[in-house]
């Protein structure tokens, strides 16, 4: 998979078009990115080797934005994302299949801390979608498509908007 960390010559940045990682234990780790940005577009991702097996993981080191755009993950994974950190995380007009391979009752995307944007995203699974942890800053969840019923958790103390999601039950 991919990995972004912080050297001594700073943060990466960047347009990453129609990238993939296949077969991987983590697709995409971030340790840390620029306020500007990581912008992955076009991108396909599985993760289902190995311990844990997670699509995107963000770590609480994180300070910058990562933005996920018109982006398919699939393959019996965990979770598709894990994200930590005070930075920006967004997903647009992506579609997530096959998280909880294990059927414990995990969610697809779960956001421990910073900001979280979800929009115009298609859950192709009857699971738990999004779980928002207490120190989420902010978040949109919106406009999204779930299969199933919409099963949004939201822990946080701070503004939220979750709204115009649609399940199929």
Known sequence: GYKFIKTKTGVCNGN??????DDCNTAVRVEDSAPFGLLISNGEFTSFHGPDPTMVRVAADNSGSVRFVN???WGPCDQIARIAGQGTVGF??????????????????????GTILVNGCEFREDKPQVELGEAVRRAVVSDDVFTGKTRITNHSKHPVKI???VGDR
Do not use: P
């Open 16 to 21: 990453f078009l129609g990238v993939g990682a």
């Open 71 to 73: 982006c398919a993950f």
């Open 92 to 113: 647009s007009d992506c579609t997530f299949v096959q998280w909880d391979r294990n059927k414990e009752g995990r969610c697809a995307i779960q956001a421990q801390s």
């Open 163 to 165: 709204d115009d999601n």
